[in-house]
């Protein structure tokens, strides 16, 4: 097949130039291919010829910063911003090329497959399977402290550049594919250094949640590789929870193994996969039942029977911080999940008894936890402005219902902003502190048409008779506090009786977290009790949200992975809540 040359405009306006092969004969599956870094989309088109399919469309992206695609070459403000990429990229091919997600397959190369598995990882996609070959999940650096030397050059100069060490005799066997590697314009060795040290911390991530990937999966290693690491590839290979998983490792090959001199058995192992995984209906499981066994489950039995030894000396080191540090002290006395240190971590505001005070309140305000929190306020309140006007737009009356409101600052604020067009919104709470603070917080910022009141978040039936039905339903951090998916699922299918056929959802969830074991252990919860969670992945959340009866639409995440903000639209044709 011939290729063809497009160009699609990603997330934040970028313009990403992409390829097609498209066959003659009209069909509904495809293969998106991605590229390793420093290449670009023109090199797979051997591979695609070799591969010989007749009834699969496929697309292959130049990335961001590489290729004829936009951007400085090998940089991105963050690798967050590639994994985006990805995302508006699969979209585009669903969107303008009729392929529904479920009949995608993607294939990702070294650099790319950190990427790509992110995306599976973060936005759990329900594609029907991904091929990851030579995947970066620890790049060979080979100088010694490497990392912690870009890491403090990244601090000082706030910016640049390495050059890769690989030369193409390190990539292949093939002499004429290196030669060709060399000779060709469009390839580019540099990579921004907080490119790759992002790389460095996405990988690491990944390889220590592994077990949250349901997707089939084929991996492909190289026993010479010289670039990544093939032990990390097989431990996170072997952590999968993927139903189908399968690795084959060519002893002989460098890294490069779509350009090595026996390509066609790299070709002829993934033509079998992608026959094999389109032959059969997608096979990814129910998760339901996570809160009873699986993955997070198992990390939340651990985390309830072990570690409060281990962190017995930081449990009184914070104590002592409490009587110094306001954040803290609150935190102590409230909660450090309740609305009023949620409404601290908001306002941002260090506090604290002398200038050591203040110190230690900074330094905890400044934690990944409370960074990823404040992250999370500002995709949630785009997400509701975004469908404020949506709403507005469809020429609907915009009623706001959040049944866990905490404070309900990022209604009352984002309501602030929005005054020109008429909202109305109800936020309830289930402790009277909230709903006082709730009520000064309105009156502080002069937002009128808002009914504040107590209310149970998990009571279904209290929720959906609530009238007039909102257009716009909004439940943020409330979920996650708790591990049962039946309190969940009571509480969603409230809210579907609650909000119009049509009307929007805004929900969140928290499908990984760096410190849940220091959480879990040191920290204590709004019932004065220790903060320990189960995460719950994406896919997870989005089931309970799809049976409960809403269709998601859109997602956000920090750029570490730890909380998502996502939109969902309620079901037109039927009646959750009377199920």
Not at 114 to 120: D, G, I, L, N, P
Not at 227 to 248: A, T
Not at 268 to 279: C, G, H, N, P
Not at 380 to 386: D, F, G, M, P, Y
């Amino acid at each position: 097949m011939e290729a063809t040359e497009h160009t699609m405009t990603s997330w934040d306006g970028a313009e990403l130039f992409y390829r097609s092969w498209i066959p003659a004969k009209a069909t509904d599956k495809s293969l998106l291919l991605f590229h390793r870094g420093h290449e670009h989309s023109g090199r797979w088109q051997e591979t695609v010829d070799s591969l010989g399919f007749d009834d699969v469309a496929i697309f292959a992206w130049d990335a961001r910063g590489h290729g004829r695609s936009h951007g400085e070459r090998g940089a991105a403000n963050n690798f967050s911003d590639v994994i985006k990429d990805v995302d508006a990229f699969a979209r585009h091919i669903s969107e303008h090329h009729g392929i529904a997600f479920e009949n995608m397959i993607v294939l990702a190369h070294s650099l790319a497959a950190v990427s790509v598995t992110a995306w599976v990882h973060d936005y759990a996609p329900p594609i029907r399977a991904m091929i990851l070959a030579t995947a970066a999940f620890q790049v060979k650096l080979y100088v010694p402290f490497a990392i912690l030397a870009l890491r403090l050059k990244q601090k000082v100069s706030k910016g640049g550049y390495v050059q890769s060490y690989v030369k193409a005799k390190m990539l292949t066997h093939d002499r004429d594919q290196a030669a060709r590697y060399d000779s060709d314009p469009l390839i580019s060795r540099q990579i921004a250094i907080n490119v790759l040290l992002d790389l460095h911390d996405t990988a690491n991530r990944l390889v220590a949640d592994a077990g949250a990937i349901y997707t089939p999966t084929l991996m492909l290693g190289a026993g010479r590789d010289w670039v990544v690491s093939l032990k990390v590839q097989q431990k996170l290979f072997d952590q999968l929870s993927s139903p189908i998983k399968e690795f084959e490792i060519f002893p002989a090959a460098y890294h490069a193994i779509f350009h090595e001199q026996d390509r066609h058995l790299i070709v002829d192992r993934v033509r079998k996969f992608i026959l094999e995984r389109f032959a059969q209906p997608a096979a990814t499981p129910s998760l339901l039942k996570a809160d009873e066994t699986g993955h997070t489950w198992g990390e939340y039995e651990r985390l309830r029977r072990n570690g409060k030894a281990k962190f017995a000396v930081a449990r009184v080191g914070l104590k002592i911080a409490g009587r110094l540090s306001r954040g803290i002290d609150l935190g102590w006395r409230s909660g450090f999940d309740s609305g009023l240190s949620l409404d601290y971590v908001y306002k941002n505001e260090p506090r604290g008894s002398f200038g050591v005070g203040r110190l230690i309140d900074k330094s905890y305000l400044d934690s990944i936890g409370w960074r990823g929190i404040r992250q999370r306020k500002a995709n949630l309140e785009s997400a509701l402005k975004t469908v404020i006007g949506r709403v507005h737009g469809e020429g609907r009356p915009v009623r706001i219902l959040d049944i866990a409101a905490g404070v309900g600052r990022y209604v009352i604020e984002t309501m602030h902003s929005a005054r020109k067009i008429p909202i109305t919104a109800r936020l309830r709470d289930y402790k009277q502190e909230n709903v006082d603070a709730t009520r000064a917080l309105a009156n502080e910022f002069e937002v009128d048409n808002i009914t504040v009141e107590s209310g149970d978040a998990f009571d279904r039936e209290s929720i959906a008779a609530i009238t007039p039905r909102a257009t716009v339903g909004i439940v943020s951090g409330l979920y996650e506090l708790f591990s049962s998916n039946e309190l969940v699922l009571n509480s969603l299918r409230g809210l579907a009786g609650a909000i119009e056929p049509g009307g929007y959802l805004i929900y969140t969830n928290q499908p990984w977290h760096p410190q849940v074991e220091f959480i879990a252990h040191v920290l204590r919860n709004r019932e004065g009790k220790p903060w320990i969670m189960r995460r719950r992945t994406t896919a997870e959340m989005d089931e309970l949200v799809r049976v409960a009866g809403f269709e998601k639409i859109t997602m956000e995440v920090d750029q570490w992975g730890m909380f998502t903000v996502s939109i969902g639209r309620r079901s037109e044709c039927c009646h959750p809540e009377r199920k």
